[in-house]
């Protein structure tokens, strides 16, 4: 401490002093020109004068806090912790709070432990470039209507988040079991409350009664608001909203509309759900400030809610601002419209400039995240589906992730379905324990036609997903993604192509630049065989078994009709 104050005093040189910088102040929201003096990790000062071991040109960059995501999950980058960390912390970003529900839901506790272990490792010039807050996925399973690798009890989750390798609860998304006072549920929440640890919310248009009663069980946040309406509401009950920025869900700037004067501070910024290609090209935090801005939000405004509003939200001391005593934890941007990054700082120790980090990573490797696709075998004819009158097909909608219910006439022969027009098949198939679940449904506004594609990442349990118009082909593809240990496969025709996802059958091992080339090959692929603009062709199916998003999700066990949690028969009048 007295070095610190003695440096803050100029009584002792610094260890970094960045000059020439307009300072951003998120307490009050004014810039400032001056320079930023750094010691033993931690801003002394922002003045003048300052001597410094190192110094740093800004050049006129604007300085901000580095920026800290409030809800991912890094599985759905399809990269390692390492991969990601590459690309995370060129953008700007110094603290995520990493939800590893994807990979827990496969591999169990052991996902978890993986992911934080890898992230550790990461060490550059004595500092981790990006500090993860690790939380305990609440649902594995999400619901009672599927199958996933690993269970989580009550009783586990209470000596899980004992442990230091947990921050807080993971999203809470299985809010009827919340809403019904489920026992096993309550038990999570009351661990969490005991432990002093923040528990995250997933609750999409809940309101009155049942909000009130989802709040009362001390959930703290959500991302899932569908408009600025469900944002209000969220807010007068005293959640933090989550403003997501991910790659399928695209309703950023109209949940932004929300924020004004008064509620700005319990806005928080997010990407739950951000692929490779985005994070590369487009960003992360910095892409959802570039948005919101844009949509006309005041850059104070959205810069609060990409730093301070985290960081308080979560407990986060010394995060979220450029003050004396606060971490030199800082992001140097060329304007408050684009915020292209030009340098970042962790504890005063540069870790990326212009777009690229400064710094390499090795690979964390385990078996316990290998080998984890195991099917029954499947064949042409078990995709049929004998079905003739009044039949609930799932609709897909653009540029989100709710889904609705459509009634159609169908008609078999040779016992399948004779497909109407846009309208293919969707099949899950259980991959965990070869038990030989598989169901399907009919699905439509997805636009795929003369073949199949697939993918092992389904959320939350991560089954096998396939859609397709072709019986063969879909059985293809469920035999390459079997054949590659998890990943994405296409089948059209005599061509035939997957991408392994050899970790989990969620993320691959492979450098960033080559995930995003064969992603994008295999995606463009998709795209020619119709798939609709305003859904992307893999990520936006990862989605259709996510059993507690309305209206309609397919599962290993059957269709569920989310709004009344149950399942429910593909035909009208039958029992499920």
């Known amino acids: 401490m007295k070095s610190l104050i003695d440096a803050a005093l100029k009584r002792e040189k610094c260890d970094l002093v960045i000059r020439g910088a307009k300072v951003f102040n998120v307490f009050t929201g004014e810039t400032e020109e001056g320079e930023i003096a750094v ?3 931690v801003i002394v000062g922002i003045g003048s004068g300052y001597e410094g071991a190192e110094v740093y040109e800004a050049d006129g960059a604007y300085a901000l806090p580095s920026f800290i995501d409030a809800h991912i999950h890094v599985e759905s980058s399809m990269l390692s912790p390492e991969e990601f960390a590459l690309l995370s912390v060129s953008r700007g970003t110094g603290v995520v709070v990493a939800d590893p529900h994807e990979i827990v839901n496969v591999c169990g506790i052991a996902g978890a432990e993986y992911m934080k272990e890898a992230f550790a490792r990461i060490v550059h010039v004595g500092v981790n470039p990006l500090e993860v807050c690790m939380q305990l996925p609440s649902c594995v399973p999400a619901s009672p209507f599927e199958t996933s690798g690993a269970v989580i009890d009550g009783r586990e989750t209470e000596q899980e988040l004992a442990r230091e390798l ?12 919340v809403l019904s006072a489920d026992g096993d549920a309550l038990q999570k929440l009351a661990a969490a409350k005991a432990q002093n640890k923040i528990v995250d919310g997933h609750a999409p248009a809940l309101a009155g009664d049942g909000l009130n009663a989802y709040a009362a069980a ?42 004004n004067e008064y509620n700005y501070r319990r806005f928080i910024l997010c990407s739950d759900d951000r692929n490779a290609y985005d994070l590369k090209h487009n960003g992360q935090i910095d892409d959802a400030l570039r948005r919101i801005v844009r949509s006309g939000v005041p850059a104070s405004r959205a810069i609060a809610a990409a730093t301070l509003n985290t960081a308080e939200c979560y407990g986060l001391k010394g995060k979220g601002a450029l003050a004396p005593s606060y971490d030199a934890d800082i992001v140097l941007v060329e304007d408050l419209i684009d915020f292209r990054v030009s340098a970042v700082f962790k504890r005063g120790i540069p870790v990326a400039e212009n777009g690229r980090a400064l710094f390499s990573c090795g690979r964390y490797e385990t ?14 004819d078990d995709f049929r589906i004998d079905l003739s009158g009044k039949t609930r097909v799932m609709r897909v909608k ?4 709710l889904t609705e219910e459509e009634i ?37 506004g997805y636009g795929l036609r003369g073949g199949a594609l697939g993918v092992s990442i389904a959320h939350d349990s991560h089954n096998l997903v396939i859609v ?87 599962t ?21």
């Open 218 to 259: 001390g959930i703290k946040t959500d991302h899932e608001c569908v408009n600025a309406d469900d944002c209000n509401e969220k807010l007068k009950k005293g959640l933090y909203v989550q403003l997501r920025n991910g790659s399928s869900a695209h309703n950023i700037e109209e949940n932004a509309k929300a924020m």
């Open 468 to 554: 397709g118009d072709d019986n063969r082909a879909m059985a293809r593809v469920a035999k390459l993604l079997e054949k590659a240990g998890g990943g994405m496969a296409i089948a059209e025709g005599t061509f035939e192509k997957a991408f392994p996802l050899d970790i989990a059958g969620l993320m691959s091992s492979l450098p960033h630049e080559e995930v995003i080339k064969e992603t994008e090959e295999i995606t463009a692929r998709a795209r020619r065989m119709g798939v609709k603009e305003g859904i992307e062709p893999f990520m936006s199916l990862v989605f259709l078994s996510l059993a507690v998003i309305p209206k309609l999700r397919l």
């Open 398 to 401: 653009p540029n989100g992730i």
């Open 408 to 444: 159609y006439d169908c008609e078999s022969e040779n016992g399948d379905v004779k497909l109407p027009a846009g309208v293919c098949k969707l099949a899950v198939i259980e991959r965990h324990f070869a038990s030989g679940n598989m169901e399907k449904c009919l699905l439509s």
């Open 367 to 380: 078996n316990a995240v290998k080998s984890t696709v195991r099917i029954e075998p499947v064949s042409e």
């Open 166 to 177: 947990f921050y807080g609860l993971g999203e809470f998304m299985n809010y009827p079991a």
């Open 39 to 41: 010691k033993d990790g």
């Open 556 to 576: 290993d066990r059957g269709l569920v009709d989310v709004e009344k949690f149950e399942i429910v028969p593909l035909q009208i009048g039958e029992e499920a």
